[in-house]
């Protein structure tokens, strides 16, 4: 290899600065030097991966070409240092500021309730910001489509995007359909003006900011004529084991790639830096032409278009709609498929970096361009010192067939796409978890060109994606199929033949295999009802028409601006104006979250010496460990320490969980040891060399049928019971068993596991900083594991990015850990889990298998229920006798059934060990319990609604474990639900629909809940809170409570605000410590407002209780008046609040207790559209009525519900964790699992706070953070209903009920059709299968 020079300076701007750097690293990435290197935190990590858009930042260059400046989005975690010499980079930091001046796109997330944990608000600021500096006046649609890139975990997005929206000149908020009317103007809205004293605001457009485009900082004029010099040269950038070469002209970049011909040409860095990262590939030299203004154009010509390389998919697109705009409609066909692929492709952040020869050449096998290129015979024109040549982008290039390849030394100059003609048809079609962002299932593109003014097949082209290590051609069938007519025998013979020749083996990576196979074809049959309409089209007197039944099968779903009104009780008008209680107070730390000035655990500055924790982790589910060999990993620059189960001074097997493994392991992902050193990179190169022996050991137990072979258990059996189940049986008129699975769920908060131990001097004191719920598990789990008493261990906890009950008690376990790292080294600790750890090692919600025995009468009344729960706890206890527990009291949710047993229990498998996940095992119980509803509909020939509206609790009742309750607003949601959603109405119009379309269905279903909240152990609700006054008359205020992203400092400033009737902007709320509140319960189970909110209510009532002598004697005078004379009469200005928390009890030995403070109630209505074809669904309404009884802060519930709603609609649809057999997690992160986008949200969403009583909680408010979770599930049974309006039409009538989550596979094969009976069906006892169920 030839020598290389040295080290050029990379310069580029950072908002503004100018940023040398004398010894820019090829592999560091800018989400890294920004963080680590400029200490602009404001960018997050939470992927790394390009997948999650947290990293978001503007890009901008000066084309010298056109001399215009192109902004674009970029996730930070893909963009290499190296590769912005001459880029302005703007971070969120750069857009505004709370200390200068906020940008209105901050304010305006900020105010519309865009942001509760904050950890994607910076990300989303940045999306939309670039969209304004490019479109000051975008379309909603530009909107939605900018924000498809960033995941939000809590808000449900429709906050954000109604900010968003704020800046369309077309349509204020709140217009619906574009119609131009105010919402509140519709005539069909019929619940307008049911309840009079109902308010619609939830923030106050007047006081936002008007967006001025000239007040946007210039682009650097250095920048300009630096891209403007002639004079450029190549640049070398020397790391320490990779050199990156940017040349400078396209001969440059030949010379280079004839001396580095393995070199990778990085564009867009979207395949060469994931596969860096996740897949261990190196290379010692990195090429970048990335500006190369030859890699940068669009030629015309007679035949087709030809497109410079280096254009981003963005750029592409961008061509594309020129050409299909300036062409005729039958020349770009290609074009238009590209551009309705292009549209769901990733995020707009990758379609902006990515580029057309990346694309091309890195081939992925899930490609969604390539199909259609290959279809649309495109070629691509290489180029290399030898010359140019042609090859055609077709079947064996996509196979990577040696002969069809680029030779090492070529590049790709440009793709060339010709024009497709009159008799010729050019389709991408598609098929992914998610709408958009995620990659296809399966994919394919397909062209067939005709004799002229025939149906005769000249030429056919079929390309699949997915379904092998390449992208697949179906060349044979094709092939054989040429002279054929275009109809019906033929497509039964090719659906024949391509399945014989893309043939997916049935143990085949990826899984899904039958699935997989049927879409292939239904694909295809999708083409070919395309085909012959557009056939049609041409000569409708030679081709007749489909079908009309046939005609939604043509299109996929479409994407629209979501939209919605969200109802809520409005302040009484005699309340004091200062007074904030009631109020829709925007979050205490929003503006912090969308400047991201807001401090998470990772931002916080270096500390002196502190050292990087990276993991070692078991890859086996159930082995002894015969050697740890840390020997090669110490031997590494900058490794310090490696740690072990040795090393725990204290206990490392503590209240059933086990710090470090030792002697064995007990599943995938056990923290077997970690490794200590100076930055994370050399961390984890050094947990890369630490070498592990296992012995596997019987058994190795990962399902819940395999536990109950086993007779595995983490506990004994919870059980309730009321009436004679038994001799119930006897007299009804029906009996139906089933058995219903729900899969689990994975947090996916956007902030993962953060700890920094910092070791203290002086008597073994430890401090810690973390996001958690339960900081007091933290202290108890590091005094254990270090032998110290917990009054030296002080956790701090300030904020989380999100935590839904993952961050209950696994950072007391990753506490534990860091801190024994922390001690053994005398070294701070910085421990961040990356994405995948996370995903591995913190598990999540219990997968939950439930077994139903139901009696009935023939009119629907339920009479008997016999029901079985197994949750899979994994491998140790964690929470899941709580799960189980509360699955056994919860789950007969609204329903009176006078006979009913149900019984619940534990099993102990080899998966990490699951955890607490919002509602707490009740959204995955109930979903049992709605399914029996709709089976005993089914039998009864009556609508489920009809059936659960019989069996509902309808006056002051004792559930089945005798506490009283009385469940009138239940039944208000339910009825407002019914009505005010047009439940009926709608039903009808579903089944027309249905009626008249036979490959999409809709489906509509309704959910009533009774939720509770709290605990069954009265000593876990109790509370304290410490609020100091300063003589200033500023108040401080801490509680026990921690601050995850629901709002509940907010609220808690609230309550000091009217507890101690001072404006709120007189209340400060810091951070929760276990030095301030000791002991203080886990912050979970909907309560904290609840407890903690007493709390802080005592306190300031003792406060103001020792002022009222002075108030009295001065009641004119001001607030501060009052504290200095308190002060100078040495009243205490400091008072401890305390809560002793609900009394609540339940004896499991008799099954009876008042085992919850109170109850929720609530009631949702979706209706759904079901691609019967694909299997992808479309969510078009939800209307959700809760029973908030009185809410302290409307913003801040509705944003819980509908975060909670859109949470369980993931949980219930699309979120899939895929194991394989042996208990190896696949999915983790966003690549493999999706959570939902902004477009799976329902297109017109409608949130009702309904009033009620609660006198037992403060100022009768109910707690709402999780009661929005089941709801989610009406998006299930309302698939369900469209399935089953499916099954029904293919003559299938027996009762049918879908396990959870429904995902595409699972509502396309149930949808039986001639496409799914011609898959061939593998015998099981054949093969091992890719991926298993573990419920
Ligand atoms: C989060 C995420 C989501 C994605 N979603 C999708 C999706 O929905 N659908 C989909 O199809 N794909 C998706 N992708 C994959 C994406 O399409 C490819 O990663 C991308 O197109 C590669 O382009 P690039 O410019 O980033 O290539 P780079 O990563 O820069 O390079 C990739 C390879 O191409 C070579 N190369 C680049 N340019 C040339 C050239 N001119 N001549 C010769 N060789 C060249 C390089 O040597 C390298 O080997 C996704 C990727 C990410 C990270
Ligand atoms: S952290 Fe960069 S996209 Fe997720
Ligand atoms: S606010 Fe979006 S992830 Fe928390």
Redesign the pocket.
């Known amino acids: 290899m030839p020598s290389l020079p040295k080290s050029d300076e990379l310069i580029f701007f950072v908002n503004g600065r100018k940023v040398i750097e004398k010894n820019a690293v090829p592999e560091v990435n800018l989400l890294f030097y920004l963080r680590k290197v400029l200490h602009l935190t404001g960018t997050k990590y939470a992927c790394g ?3 999650c858009g947290a990293c978001t930042v503007m890009v901008s260059r000066f084309d010298p070409k056109t001399k215009k400046i192109h902004h674009y989005p970029a ?1 930070a975690c ?1 963009v290499p240092i190296c590769s912005l010499y001459g880029a302005a980079i703007t971070t969120v930091e750069g857009v505004g500021s709370i200390k200068t001046r906020i940008h209105p796109v901050q304010e305006r997330l900020a105010k519309c309730h865009g942001t509760q944990c904050g950890f994607c608000s910076p990300g989303m600021v940045m999306s939309i910001y670039t969209l304004l500096r490019n479109h000051p006046e975008p379309t909603p649609e530009q909107i939605t489509e900018a924000i498809g ?1 960033n995941l939000c975990r809590c808000t449900g997005y429709r906050p954000i995007v109604e900010s968003g929206k704020t800046f369309c000149v077309a349509s204020t908020v709140c217009q619906v359909k574009g119609s131009g009317k105010c919402c509140m103007d519709q005539e069909d809205r019929s619940f307008v003006n049911y309840q009079e004293k109902m308010c619609t605001k939830l923030y106050n457009e007047d006081e936002f900011q008007p967006l001025d485009p000239s007040q946007e900082p210039i682009f650097p004029p250095e920048l300009i004529r630096m891209a403007e010099d002639t004079n450029k040269r190549r640049l070398t950038f020397q790391g320490e084991k990779t050199t990156w070469i940017t040349p400078v002209t396209l001969d440059d970049v030949l010379e280079l790639k004839a001396n580095f011909s393995e ?13 860096l990262k996740f897949r261990d590939a190196f290379h010692p030299v990195f ?1 970048s ?1 990335l500006g190369l203004p030859e ?1 940068h154009f669009v030629n015309t010509t007679d035949d087709g278009v030809t497109i410079g ?2 254009y ?2 963005a750029q592409l697109n961008d061509a594309l709609l020129f050409t299909i705009s300036d062409q005729p409609k039958e020349k770009t066909k290609t074009f238009y498929a590209l551009r309705k ?1 292009l549209r ?4 707009a952040q ?1 379609r902006n ?10 081939r ?1 096998k ?5 199909p259609i290129l290959a279809a649309g015979n495109a070629t691509i024109n ?1 180029i290399s010192k030898e010359g140019e040549r042609q090859i055609p982008l077709n079947g064996p290039f996509l196979a990577r067939l040696p002969e069809a390849n ?1 030779r090492p030394e ?4 440009s793709v060339s796409i010709p024009y497709s003609s009159q008799w010729h048809f050019v389709s991408g079609l598609r098929l ?1 978890q998610r709408q958009e ?4 299932i399966v ?1 394919a593109g397909m062209s067939v060109k005709f004799e002229d003014g025939t149906n005769i097949i000249k030429d056919l082209k079929m390309f699949f ?1 997915n379904v092998g290590a390449t992208v697949v051609s179906a060349s044979e069938t094709c092939e054989q199929l040429t002279g054929r007519r275009w109809d019906d025998q033929m497509l039964s013979d090719a659906c024949q033949w391509v399945l014989d020749e893309v043939y997916i083996p049935p143990g085949a990576e990826g899984g899904m295999v039958e699935y997989r196979r049927t879409l292939i074809i239904s694909l295809l049959f999708r083409f070919y009802l395309k085909v012959r309409r557009g056939l049609n089209e041409m000569d409708p007197e030679k081709f007749p028409d489909i079908p009309e039944k046939f005609m939604s099968a043509l299109e996929d779903f479409p994407i629209k601006t979501p939209q919605g009104i969200q109802m809520f009780q409005c302040v009484n008008p005699r309340q004091s104006p200062q007074d904030p209680v009631g109020h829709p107070v925007m979050h205490q730390s929003a503006l912090k979250h969308t400047t991201g000035e807001a401090v998470f655990s990772d931002d916080m500055p270096p500390f002196s010496q502190e050292l990087f924790l990276a993991v070692v982790t078991s890859p086996r589910a159930h082995a002894k460990i015969i050697s740890i060999d840390s020997s090669e990993a110490l031997a590494l620059p900058g490794v310090v320490d490696v740690i072990t189960a040795e090393d725990v001074p204290g206990e490392n097997n503590y209240s059933g969980e086990i710090f470090y493994a030792q002697n064995e392991v007990i599943c995938v992902g056990q923290i077997v040891c970690t490794v200590a050193a100076d930055t994370y990179a050399h961390a984890k190169e050094g947990a890369k060399k630490v070498k592990v022996t296992y012995e596997d050991v019987e058994p190795r137990i990962i399902t819940i049928e395999q536990a109950l072979e086993h007779n595995s258990f983490l506990s004994v059996e919870k059980k309730i019971e009321q009436g004679n189940v038994e001799s119930a049986f006897k007299q009804v008129d029906q009996i139906i068993e089933g058995e219903i699975h729900v899969e689990g769920q994975e947090h996916f908060y956007m902030e993962t596991q953060t700890v920094l131990a910092i070791p203290k001097k002086e008597d073994k004191e430890m401090v810690l900083y973390l996001g958690t719920q339960f900081p007091t598990h933290v202290q108890e789990f590091v005094a254990a594991a270090l032998n110290i008493p917990r009054s030296r261990i002080a956790c701090h906890m300030r904020r989380t990015g999100g935590a839904f009950g993952g961050k209950m008690t696994k950072p007391a376990l990753l506490g534990a850990v860091c801190a024994v790292a922390a001690y053994k080294t005398g070294h701070p600790i910085r421990f961040i889990l990356e994405r995948g750890d996370d995903f591995l090692i913190t598990a999540g919600r219990h997968p939950l298998l439930g077994k139903y025995k139901i009696g009935f009468m023939n009119n629907g009344v339920i009479k008997a229920a016999d029901v079985e729960y197994y949750v899979n706890g994994g491998c140790t206890l964690d929470e899941s006798e709580w799960v189980i527990e509360f699955v056994v009291l919860k789950s007969e949710n609204a329903y009176y059934i006078p006979n009913f047993r149900c019984r619940g229990r534990a099993c102990k498998t080899n998966l990490p060990s699951n955890t607490a996940f919002r509602g707490f095992g009740f959204p995955q119980a109930t979903v049992v319990v709605e399914a029996y509803m709709t089976a005993v509909a089914s039998q009864c020939n009556l609508l489920p609604e009809e059936v659960k509206e019989i069996n509902m609790y309808k006056r002051i009742s004792q559930t089945a474990h005798e506490q009283t309750f009385n469940p009138e607003p239940l039944q208000r949601c339910w009825k407002e639900c019914l009505e005010k959603s047009s439940f009926h109405a709608r039903k009808l119009a579903a089944e027309e629909f249905n009626k008249k379309n036979y490959w999409k269905k809709r489906g509509l279903a309704v959910i009533p809940m009774k939720f509770t909240v709290g605990v069954p152990v009265a000593y876990y609700s109790q509370a304290a809170a410490l609020v100091h006054i300063y003589l200033d008359g500023s108040v401080l205020v801490t509680h026990g409570g921690c601050e995850m992203g629901q709002g509940l400092h907010t609220k808690m400033i609230q309550v000091a605000s009217r507890e101690l009737n001072i404006p709120q902007s007189y209340v400060h709320l810091s951070e929760t410590s276990t030095i301030t509140v000791p002991n203080a319960s886990f912050t979970a189970g909907s309560m904290g407002t609840d407890i903690n909110g007493k709390a802080v209510q005592n306190a300031c009532q003792i406060l103001l209780d020792r002022l009222q002598p002075i108030i009295r004697k001065n009641p004119k005078g001001k607030w501060e008046d009052w504290i200095t004379e308190a002060f100078h009469k040495s009243i205490s200005l400091s008072a401890t609040g305390y809560f002793k928390g609900y009394q609540t009890n339940m004896d499991w030995e008799t099954e009876k207790g008042d085992a919850f403070p109170y109850y929720v109630y609530g009631a949702s209505c979706s209706e759904v559209e079901v691609d019967c074809l694909t299997g992808a669904h479309k969510l078009l309404r939800t209307d959700i009525f809760m029973d908030s009884a009185f809410s302290i802060n409307p913003a801040v519930d509705i944003g819980q519900i509908e975060g909670a709603f859109i949470q369980g609609m993931g949980l219930y649809t699309i979120e899939e964790l895929k194991y394989s057999p042996e208990g190896v997690l696949y999915s983790r992160g ?2 493999e699992y999706k959570i939902p986008t902004v477009t799976e949200i329902p297109e017109e969403f409608y949130v009702t706070l309904v009033h009620s009583q609660n006198p037992i909680a403060i100022y009768s408010s109910k707690g709402l953070g999780e009661a929005g979770m089941f709801l989610g599930s009406s998006v299930l049974f309302a698939i369900n209903d469209a399935v089953t309006a499916a099954r029904k039409e293919r003559g299938l009538t027996e009762t049918f009920t879908l396990s959870s989550p429904a995902t595409p596979e699972m509502i396309r094969m149930a949808c039986v059709d001639q496409f799914t009976d011609m898959i061939p069906k593998d015998d099981p006892s054949t093969f091992t299968p890719w991926s298993i169920q573990v419920s």
Do not use: K
């Open positions: 991966g390009g997948g996730t893909l890139g070199a990778p040409l990085v564009m867009g860095n979207t395949t060469v830096g994931p596969n090429i032409p890699l390389a280096g981003s998919l692929h769901t492709f990733a995020g990758i970096m990515a580029t057309l020869g990346g694309h091309v050449v890195s992925p899930f490609s969604d361009l390539n290489l680029l070529e590049m790709v100059l992914a962002n995620a990659f296809a994919n994606g966003p690549d």
